[in-house]
């Protein structure tokens, strides 16, 4: 094969047999999970936040209020980030020269 010949990924990936996608789906998804420890990072996000936060609140350090402004913000963040994906995925209005 020539150096200056490329290869189209996506043609290659639409080509090969269902079975073969499936297997590189879940090979994929293992090696993300295997070297991206998303459930460790949720671990840890559970015990430095959730725990303390639902102690301190229980013990009346924090009022109910800071409590609920956190868990607002938290719905706000998501919501917002919602937003920005739905914007993202719908094409862009195109600009054309009027007057």
Known sequence: MPDNQ????K???LQLPTWAKLVLAIGSLIIF???FPILDLIQLFLYVV???LGFFTAIGVISSEAANSFTETCREVSSKLREAAANAQQPAPS???GE
Request: charged content about 30%.
């Open 50 to 52: 959730i725990i303390p």
């Open 6 to 9: 490329s290869i189209d990924v």
């Open 33 to 35: 999970i295997k070297f």
């Open 11 to 13: 043609k290659e990936l």
């Open 95 to 97: 600009q054309e020269g």
